[in-house]
Protein backbone atom coordinates (compact mmCIF):
# COMPACT_ATOMS: atom_id res chain seq x y z
CA UNK A 1 0.00 0.00 0.00
CA UNK A 2 2.91 1.73 0.48
CA UNK A 3 1.93 5.57 -1.55
CA UNK A 4 -1.06 4.26 -2.70
CA UNK A 5 -3.89 6.71 -2.35
CA UNK A 6 -7.22 5.49 -0.50
CA UNK A 7 -10.58 7.56 -0.28
CA UNK A 8 -12.26 6.19 3.18
CA UNK A 9 -16.17 7.41 3.20
CA UNK A 10 -17.40 7.61 7.46
CA UNK A 11 -13.51 7.40 8.89
CA UNK A 12 -14.25 9.64 11.52
CA UNK A 13 -14.42 7.08 14.22
CA UNK A 14 -15.28 3.04 14.91
CA UNK A 15 -14.72 0.72 12.61
CA UNK A 16 -14.04 3.62 9.62
CA UNK A 17 -11.07 5.12 12.01
CA UNK A 18 -9.64 1.40 12.09
CA UNK A 19 -9.94 0.82 8.25
CA UNK A 20 -8.08 4.35 7.90
CA UNK A 21 -5.52 3.64 10.59
CA UNK A 22 -4.81 0.22 9.14
CA UNK A 23 -4.11 1.07 5.67
CA UNK A 24 -2.24 3.99 7.03
CA UNK A 25 -0.09 2.21 8.92
CA UNK A 26 0.43 -0.21 5.43
CA UNK A 27 1.63 2.62 4.12
CA UNK A 28 -1.44 4.32 2.14
CA UNK A 29 -2.05 7.98 1.85
CA UNK A 30 -5.93 8.17 3.27
CA UNK A 31 -8.70 10.92 2.55
CA UNK A 32 -10.68 10.62 5.69
CA UNK A 33 -13.65 11.74 4.38
CA UNK A 34 -16.84 12.71 7.56
CA UNK A 35 -19.67 14.56 7.51
CA UNK A 36 -20.44 15.96 10.91
CA UNK A 37 -17.42 14.01 13.01
CA UNK A 38 -15.44 17.25 12.46
CA UNK A 39 -13.03 17.42 15.22
CA UNK A 40 -12.69 13.81 15.31
CA UNK A 41 -11.14 13.36 11.68
CA UNK A 42 -9.45 16.77 11.84
CA UNK A 43 -7.44 14.76 15.32
CA UNK A 44 -7.07 10.97 13.15
CA UNK A 45 -5.51 13.19 10.36
CA UNK A 46 -3.32 15.24 12.68
CA UNK A 47 -1.80 12.40 13.80
CA UNK A 48 -1.75 10.17 10.75
CA UNK A 49 0.40 13.56 9.20
CA UNK A 50 2.72 13.65 12.45
CA UNK A 51 3.99 10.13 11.55
CA UNK A 52 3.96 10.55 8.02
CA UNK A 53 3.95 14.45 6.79
CA UNK A 54 1.60 14.77 4.13
CA UNK A 55 0.05 11.10 3.98
CA UNK A 56 -3.71 12.28 5.08
CA UNK A 57 -6.32 14.39 4.43
CA UNK A 58 -10.14 15.26 5.93
CA UNK A 59 -12.56 15.97 3.65
CA UNK A 60 -16.53 16.79 4.68
CA UNK A 61 -19.60 15.75 2.31
CA UNK A 62 -22.47 14.75 2.68
CA UNK A 63 -22.76 11.70 0.76
CA UNK A 64 -26.35 12.05 0.18
CA UNK A 65 -26.14 14.85 -1.79
CA UNK A 66 -25.42 12.89 -5.35
CA UNK A 67 -24.28 16.05 -7.24
CA UNK A 68 -21.36 16.86 -4.88
CA UNK A 69 -19.20 13.55 -4.84
CA UNK A 70 -17.93 14.01 -8.38
CA UNK A 71 -15.77 17.09 -6.77
CA UNK A 72 -15.13 14.62 -3.32
CA UNK A 73 -13.18 13.19 -5.83
CA UNK A 74 -11.65 15.57 -7.34
CA UNK A 75 -10.60 17.18 -3.76
CA UNK A 76 -8.62 13.84 -3.45
CA UNK A 77 -7.15 13.10 -6.90
CA UNK A 78 -6.43 17.21 -6.94
CA UNK A 79 -4.38 17.06 -3.25
CA UNK A 80 -2.63 13.77 -3.58
CA UNK A 81 -2.55 13.36 -7.89
CA UNK A 82 -4.45 10.48 -8.20
CA UNK A 83 -6.73 7.83 -6.95
CA UNK A 84 -5.77 3.76 -6.33
CA UNK A 85 -8.84 2.95 -3.87
CA UNK A 86 -12.26 3.54 -2.83
CA UNK A 87 -13.90 2.58 0.89
CA UNK A 88 -17.67 2.49 1.04
CA UNK A 89 -17.79 2.88 4.89
CA UNK A 90 -20.40 5.40 5.22
CA UNK A 91 -23.58 4.34 6.87
CA UNK A 92 -26.57 5.58 8.85
CA UNK A 93 -28.14 2.50 10.73
CA UNK A 94 -31.37 2.82 13.00
CA UNK A 95 -35.51 0.88 13.20
CA UNK A 96 -38.08 1.53 10.99
CA UNK A 97 -40.81 -0.28 12.12
CA UNK A 98 -43.71 -1.05 9.28
CA UNK A 99 -46.34 1.14 9.89
CA UNK A 100 -43.96 4.08 10.88
CA UNK A 101 -41.94 4.32 8.11
CA UNK A 102 -41.55 7.56 6.91
CA UNK A 103 -39.93 9.10 3.15
CA UNK A 104 -36.97 10.60 5.13
CA UNK A 105 -36.04 7.74 6.83
CA UNK A 106 -35.99 5.61 3.79
CA UNK A 107 -34.35 8.55 1.97
CA UNK A 108 -31.84 8.37 4.68
CA UNK A 109 -30.94 4.83 5.11
CA UNK A 110 -31.02 3.95 0.96
CA UNK A 111 -29.29 7.11 0.61
CA UNK A 112 -26.46 6.24 2.47
CA UNK A 113 -26.46 2.64 2.31
CA UNK A 114 -26.82 2.28 -1.35
CA UNK A 115 -27.24 5.39 -3.27
CA UNK A 116 -24.10 6.81 -2.23
CA UNK A 117 -21.79 4.02 -2.98
CA UNK A 118 -23.27 3.49 -5.93
CA UNK A 119 -22.63 7.69 -7.07
CA UNK A 120 -19.06 7.30 -5.32
CA UNK A 121 -18.08 4.99 -7.03
CA UNK A 122 -19.22 6.16 -10.48
CA UNK A 123 -17.43 9.15 -10.01
CA UNK A 124 -14.19 7.89 -8.80
CA UNK A 125 -13.94 4.71 -11.95
CA UNK A 126 -12.34 6.83 -13.77
CA UNK A 127 -9.24 7.53 -11.77
CA UNK A 128 -9.23 4.05 -10.47
CA UNK A 129 -9.34 3.11 -14.22
CA UNK A 130 -6.05 4.90 -14.63
CA UNK A 131 -4.60 3.27 -11.73
CA UNK A 132 -6.22 -0.44 -11.82
CA UNK A 133 -7.36 0.06 -8.42
CA UNK A 134 -10.02 -1.08 -5.80
CA UNK A 135 -13.40 -0.77 -4.19
CA UNK A 136 -14.26 -2.14 -1.46
CA UNK A 137 -18.18 -1.64 0.40
CA UNK A 138 -18.89 -2.26 3.65
CA UNK A 139 -22.02 -4.46 3.90
CA UNK A 140 -23.63 -6.47 6.40
CA UNK A 141 -24.54 -9.99 7.57
CA UNK A 142 -28.03 -8.75 7.76
CA UNK A 143 -27.67 -7.75 3.80
CA UNK A 144 -28.41 -11.40 4.51
CA UNK A 145 -30.77 -12.53 7.69
CA UNK A 146 -33.04 -9.43 8.32
CA UNK A 147 -32.84 -7.92 11.28
CA UNK A 148 -35.78 -7.51 13.14
CA UNK A 149 -37.59 -4.07 12.88
CA UNK A 150 -34.72 -2.99 10.21
CA UNK A 151 -36.38 -3.58 6.72
CA UNK A 152 -35.01 -0.31 4.69
CA UNK A 153 -31.48 -0.82 6.56
CA UNK A 154 -31.70 -4.42 5.69
CA UNK A 155 -32.80 -3.89 1.95
CA UNK A 156 -30.41 -1.14 1.40
CA UNK A 157 -27.81 -3.23 2.28
CA UNK A 158 -28.93 -6.22 0.29
CA UNK A 159 -28.77 -3.41 -2.45
CA UNK A 160 -25.03 -3.10 -1.52
CA UNK A 161 -24.22 -6.14 -1.86
CA UNK A 162 -26.05 -6.84 -5.46
CA UNK A 163 -24.23 -3.74 -6.12
CA UNK A 164 -20.83 -5.12 -5.11
CA UNK A 165 -21.40 -7.82 -7.50
CA UNK A 166 -22.64 -5.95 -10.94
CA UNK A 167 -19.84 -3.07 -10.04
CA UNK A 168 -17.44 -6.01 -10.17
CA UNK A 169 -19.02 -7.04 -13.80
CA UNK A 170 -19.09 -3.63 -14.71
CA UNK A 171 -15.67 -2.17 -13.81
CA UNK A 172 -13.83 -4.96 -14.79
CA UNK A 173 -10.85 -5.97 -15.53
CA UNK A 174 -9.28 -2.31 -15.06
CA UNK A 175 -11.36 -2.02 -11.21
CA UNK A 176 -11.52 -4.66 -8.45
CA UNK A 177 -14.96 -4.15 -6.48
CA UNK A 178 -15.17 -6.37 -3.40
CA UNK A 179 -17.70 -6.05 -0.22
CA UNK A 180 -16.95 -7.00 3.64
CA UNK A 181 -20.17 -8.01 5.87
CA UNK A 182 -19.10 -6.93 9.47
CA UNK A 183 -21.22 -9.11 11.95
CA UNK A 184 -21.23 -8.51 16.01
CA UNK A 185 -17.99 -5.99 15.71
CA UNK A 186 -19.54 -2.89 17.59
CA UNK A 187 -22.74 -2.46 19.42
CA UNK A 188 -25.03 -0.06 17.93
CA UNK A 189 -24.36 3.68 19.18
CA UNK A 190 -27.98 3.77 20.66
CA UNK A 191 -27.05 1.00 23.11
CA UNK A 192 -28.21 -2.90 23.17
CA UNK A 193 -28.62 -4.40 26.72
CA UNK A 194 -26.92 -6.95 28.13
CA UNK A 195 -28.85 -9.43 27.69
CA UNK A 196 -29.68 -8.73 23.90
CA UNK A 197 -25.40 -8.74 23.45
CA UNK A 198 -25.36 -11.97 24.85
CA UNK A 199 -27.98 -13.23 23.22
CA UNK A 200 -26.16 -12.12 19.66
CA UNK A 201 -22.63 -13.50 20.77
CA UNK A 202 -24.49 -16.80 21.64
CA UNK A 203 -25.50 -17.15 17.93
CA UNK A 204 -22.10 -16.79 16.62
CA UNK A 205 -19.81 -20.22 15.90
CA UNK A 206 -16.74 -18.59 17.85
CA UNK A 207 -19.09 -17.63 20.59
CA UNK A 208 -17.59 -13.89 20.68
CA UNK A 209 -17.88 -10.49 19.05
CA UNK A 210 -15.40 -9.09 17.22
CA UNK A 211 -13.39 -6.25 17.02
CA UNK A 212 -12.94 -3.28 14.57
CA UNK A 213 -9.17 -4.57 13.53
CA UNK A 214 -11.05 -7.58 11.73
CA UNK A 215 -12.81 -5.43 9.81
CA UNK A 216 -9.85 -3.32 8.67
CA UNK A 217 -7.33 -6.05 8.19
CA UNK A 218 -9.45 -7.82 5.96
CA UNK A 219 -10.36 -4.46 3.71
CA UNK A 220 -6.22 -4.52 3.59
CA UNK A 221 -6.52 -8.25 2.03
CA UNK A 222 -9.09 -6.98 -0.32
CA UNK A 223 -6.94 -4.30 -1.64
CA UNK A 224 -3.06 -5.24 -0.95
CA UNK A 225 -3.35 -9.00 -1.45
CA UNK A 226 -6.23 -9.87 -3.69
CA UNK A 227 -5.22 -9.43 -6.65
CA UNK A 228 -7.44 -12.05 -8.27
CA UNK A 229 -10.61 -11.49 -6.29
CA UNK A 230 -13.50 -9.35 -7.66
CA UNK A 231 -17.46 -9.34 -6.92
CA UNK A 232 -17.08 -11.38 -3.74
CA UNK A 233 -18.08 -10.34 -0.73
CA UNK A 234 -16.54 -11.95 2.94
CA UNK A 235 -18.71 -12.44 5.96
CA UNK A 236 -16.36 -11.29 8.82
CA UNK A 237 -18.96 -12.65 11.80
CA UNK A 238 -17.21 -14.96 13.80
CA UNK A 239 -19.79 -17.37 12.06
CA UNK A 240 -22.68 -15.56 12.69
CA UNK A 241 -24.94 -15.68 9.09
CA UNK A 242 -24.03 -19.42 9.38
Known amino acids: MRDKTVLITGAARRIGAAIATTL ?6 VAVHYHRS ?24 DLRDY ?27 YP ?17 NLGAPLFLSQAAAPSLRQSRGAIVNLVDVH ?43 LWPEQGLDDQQQEKIVAATAL ?15 LLRDAGYITGQVIAVDGGRSL
Open 67 to 93: DTLPGLVRQVTGHFGGLDALVNNASTF
Open 96 to 112: TEVGSIGVDDFNDLVGT
Open 143 to 185: AWRPLKAHPVYCSAKAGLDMLTRSLARELGPEIRVNGVAPGPI
Open 207 to 221: KRHGEPGDIARTVLF
Open 38 to 61: ADEAETLVAGFNDSRGGSAIALQA
Open 24 to 29: HTAGAR
